[in-house]
């Protein structure tokens, strides 16, 4: 699966973004999907995971509260809504997916970068203060 994420820009502090990321060439439905952001300061860190069917959705510590995500597999896209925004959240958002027919046990496995496969190309995300 291909994926493309949009919806960065620069927004200033309280503000809201929504991130989109759209699929390609594959059974949407059947991937795992999630959001990580990276600075050129830090590795790339998991904000926010979904699994196959949108049942279940975990989220980082910094996330939980703030941000939101959510899919829908009949547009073969997942978002992140992102609200009261902080400087620093500004990042590169990136959107991964993993096929749920070769991971046992997904919800042990969201956080770490190495579970997906597939990335897209990132979105920027500025939040000024």
């Known amino acids: 699966v291909q994926l493309q994420a949009s919806g960065g820009g620069l927004v200033q502090a309280g503000g809201s973004l929504r991130l989109s990321c759209t699929a390609s060439?594959?059974?949407?439905?059947?991937?795992?999907m999630s959001w990580f952001r990276q600075t050129s300061r830090q590795e790339r860190e998991f904000v926010a995971a979904i699994n196959s069917a949108g049942t279940n959705k975990y989220y980082a510590d910094s996330s939980k509260g703030r941000f939101a995500i959510s899919r829908d597999n009949a547009e073969n896209i997942v978002y992140l809504q992102m609200n009261s925004l902080k400087p620093e959240d500004t990042a590169v958002y990136y959107c991964?997916?993993?096929?749920?027919?070769?991971?046992?046990?997904?919800?042990?496995?969201?956080?770490?970068?190495?579970?997906?496969?597939?990335w897209g190309q990132g979105t920027q995300v500025t939040v000024s203060s």
């Open positions: 060439g594959g059974v949407f439905s059947a991937h795992h």
């Open positions: 991964g997916a993993r096929n749920k027919w070769n991971i046992a046990d997904f919800g042990s496995a969201y956080m770490s970068r190495w579970t997906y496969y597939n």
